[in-house]
Each structure stands twice: as structure tokens, then as C-alpha cells.
């Protein structure tokens, strides 16, 4: 069978959708060793030795976020304790885990770490990975299994492309000498639809696994999102990635609007790019995000060039005197309401100068619901080239999801609407 990947996250610092989970789970796609597992694990050595003990042809550990000292946290530590009993190898210290921290800090201008010994263990054996500006990570191989540590960080993306593409991309030239398949595997991403009409959109496609053809399709929500998960199989990596195009493009076609991006991108990033590739800017306004979408917005790399200016409006009179919501609107509709949402957009994009704006007004719970308006209405307000809408939604779970998905759906209006001014 083909290379298969599993990813751990270790001191549950990170959740499913996060950028270096997404950065991982992409580039092994690419290099033919696709993730057929996620598992987050607590500080916990036993919970951690058992994940690692699945069956897996490479196991990649990312280890709490990056610090000067990451490696010397308690989830760092149990990740190394973890390792070496599974490997059955000796912890030893390493000068170069040493020097790479070092450098690690000296390029963020931080000053040198005090690092103690443990800071610098790893498993005898371990090939250490190092790259300008990234905390050292390294890999072990044990026993025809492959483990490689991360650490989290700004700089992640160098070592992985520096390091893990290429030893992932040997692994699956490995495998192919030994007769092994070769296996492509696509994630398509969907919006502003639930997981029901995606199924009965692609039911054709839908078989159940070794039922037949090179393709496997699969669905499953994931964040206010619907993914479609494509995984082709064939007898070299090009034969592969060209039955993997083949359904990919009918799938795509199928799936119409609501499809926004593949494998890493995310509904921000292709929003951004939309925006500058039309030289558009966007103003924000929110109330019940707190500011959540200009965060999403900005955590793009380059999105000064499409994002003029973000205001948060949480009380009625923060509208009206910054927005300038008619008092009356206030009165008579209420706050979370379509016509006061309509008129924070075009105030936000009056007072920014901006051709498209958003706008997100509701009730994120516990508390503040009515018979009327339970907790979870939410209005978006959406504006591009002085066409302005106002958009209603009802959603389900706790403050921190309603406030996601609120900012979910305004960057996916955002999009519609962008596609629709073509």
C-alpha cells in the first residue's frame, strides 16, 4: 500500500483547522504521503505513547506553539520521553538542538534563551532539523517507521519546505521501488452550505470505499465548512494526480459557487486575493464578532493592499454616532436587525472610503436572547460597488461558534459578491 501519514498535535495547544496543521496536512499531500489521521493529545505521556503506536509510515509531531524555549515545556518533554520509549533509543543531548535555538532567538531579536540540558535532549539517533529563523526540529526512524517533530511558528513553513517535503517525497520514492501504489489525495472546500445537499449534489460519486474506480470521494463539515475529500490511487505518482484532475474538475463543476478553495486555502485568503486582484478595498464593521472577521482579514500576509479599516461598534450609540445608524432604525428594528446591518455597511464604507464592506450585528449567547430574536440571529451586512444587502442566519452552539460562524458567513457573502460584480 502507498505511504501513509498520521499528524498528532501534542499539548492540545492547536485545533484542527489551524495554519500549521493545514501547512503540514497540504505539503504531504503534495509530496504523496497524504494524512489519513489527525489525533490532539493532552501532556499526557501514556495518551501521547499511544497515538504514536498507531500504524503509520510517518508520524509528525507539532509540540506547542513556538518560544525561545519551546522545547523546554512540558508538552516538549513528554513528546521526547514519548518518543524514545517507542523507539526504544536513549535520550541524549544535542549541541546542534543547542545552536539552533540559539539562532532561533538571535533572529527574532530576542535575547539567548537560558536553556537548560533538557531543552536540548532528543532520542540517540535523531537526525536534527535546522533552518534560518525556525526552532530546530528533528527526525528518527525506528523499526521501518518514521517520526518527525515540530515545533510551531512563524517559521514553520521554511522547515517544512526545507526539510519534511523532501524526506516525505523520498519516502514515497521508496515506497514506489518496492511496487507500493502511488496515491494523490485533494481536499475541495465548500461555504455557505450544509453537508446534506453536498451529499445529494455528488451522490453519483459517493461509493463507499473499494467500490470501485481510481477515485475515493468523501464529504464531511468541518467549521462551517463542508470539505470534499478526493483520494486517487494508481500505479505511479503522475498517473495519480491526472485521475485526481479528472474528477476534480467534474466535482468542481458540481459543486458551482459554493466552492471557494483547495487543500490550505482558507475563505480569508481567497477573499484577499479576489480583492487585489481587482484593486478593491474593504472596510469592516462588527458588532457581536468583536472583531474577529478584520482579524481573519489581516491574517493574511499583504492585506494592507485590500483592507482599509475594521470598527467595532458594540453599543447603540457606538452606530450611530461612528456609523451613523438612523436613531430611528435603532428604535423601531433594534440593533440586530436587517436594516440596521444595511446601514452599518454603508456607513463603514462611507467613513473608509471603501468600494465593499461588511457589517455583522446578532446575538453570540449566553445571554440576550428573546422569543423573537433568540441567541444566535445574526444579520450581515455586505456591500460592493454601493449595492447593498442584508443577510439573515440562525446558528447553533456557544458564543465562541456563533461568533465564528458569523465571520464564516460574512467573508463567504463577501465572496459571493465579489463573483457576482464580475
Not at 498507531?54 to 518518543?83: K, Y
Request: proline residues 5%; charged residues 20%.
Amino acid at each position: 500500500m502507498a505511504v501513509t501519514a498520521r499528524l498528532v498535535v501534542a499539548g492540545a495547544a492547536l485545533d484542527a483547522d489551524d495554519d500549521a496543521v493545514a501547512a503540514v496536512t497540504t505539503a504531504l499531500a503534495a509530496a504523496g504521503a497524504p494524512v489519513t489521521a489527525r489525533v490532539i493529545v493532552e501532556d499526557d505521556d501514556v495518551a501521547l505513547e499511544e497515538a504514536l503506536a498507531a500504524p503509520s509510515d510517518l508520524t509528525i509531531i507539532l509540540a506547542v506553539p513556538g518560544t525561545a524555549a519551546a522545547l523546554a515545556t512540558p508538552a516538549a518533554d513528554v513528546v521526547r520521553r514519548a518518543l524514545a520509549d517507542v523507539t526504544g533509543a536513549r535520550l541524549m543531548p544535542s549541541e546542534k538542538i543547542r545552536a539552533g535555538l540559539e539562532q532561533a532567538a538571535l533572529s527574532r531579536g530576542r535575547p539567548l534563551p537560558r536553556l537548560t540540558e533538557r531543552a536540548t535532549l532528543v532520542p540517540q539517533g535523531a537526525t536534527v532539523w535546522t533552518t534560518d529563523g525556525a526552532e530546530p526540529g528533528w527526525l528518527i526512524e525506528s523499526q521501518g517507521r518514521a517520526f518527525v517533530v515540530l515545533i510551531p511558528g512563524a517559521r514553520l513553513s521554511r522547515m517544512i519546505e526545507q526539510h519534511l517535503v523532501p524526506y516525505a517525497r523520498s519516502l514515497t520514492e521508496r515506497s514506489l521501488t518496492t511496487g507500493h501504489p502511488a496515491v494523490a489525495v485533494r481536499t475541495l472546500r465548500t461555504a455557505g452550505v450544509d453537508l446534506a445537499d453536498i451529499d445529494a449534489r455528488l451522490g453519483e460519486w459517493l461509493k463507499p470505499r473499494g467500490a470501485g474506480g481510481d477515485v475515493d470521494v468523501t464529504t464531511l463539515p468541518a467549521s462551517g465548512e463542508v470539505w470534499v475529500r478526493l483520494r486517487a490511487h494508481a500505479v505511479t505518482p503522475s498517473a495519480a494526480q491526472d485521475a485526481l484532475a479528472l474528477v476534480e474538475a467534474k466535482v468542481v463543476e458540481r459543486l458551482g459557487d459554493d466552492y471557494f478553495g483547495r487543500d490550505g486555502e482558507t475563505l480569508e485568503r481567497v477573499v484577499g486575493r479576489m480583492l487585489a486582484q481587482r484593486s478593491l478595498m474593504v472596510s469592516v464593521a462588527e458588532s457581536c464578532t468583536g472583531g474577529l472577521v478584520g482579524h481573519r482579514i489581516t491574517s493574511i500576509p499583504g492585506s494592507s493592499a485590500y483592507f482599509e479599516r475594521g470598527v467595532m461598534v458594540y453599543t447603540n450609540r457606538a452606530k450611530h454616532e461612528l456609523l451613523g445608524v438612523p436613531e430611528e432604525v435603532l428604535r423601531a428594528h433594534g440593533a440586530v436587525s436587517g436594516q440596521c446591518a444595511e446601514a452599518m455597511v454603508r456607513g463603514v464604507c462611507r467613513l473608509g472610503g471603501s468600494a465593499c464592506g461588511l457589517a455583522v450585528t446578532g446575538i453570540a449567547g449566553p445571554d440576550g436572547g428573546t422569543p423573537t430574536k433568540p441567541v444566535g440571529t445574526v444579520w450581515v451586512g455586505v456591500a460592493v460597488n454601493s449595492q447593498a444587502a442584508a443577510h439573515h442566519f440562525l446558528f447553533d452552539g456557544d458564543r465562541a461558534a456563533v461568533k465564528w460562524q458569523s465571520a464564516q458567513a460574512a467573508l463567504d457573502l463577501l465572496r459571493r459578491a465579489l463573483l457576482a460584480s464580475r
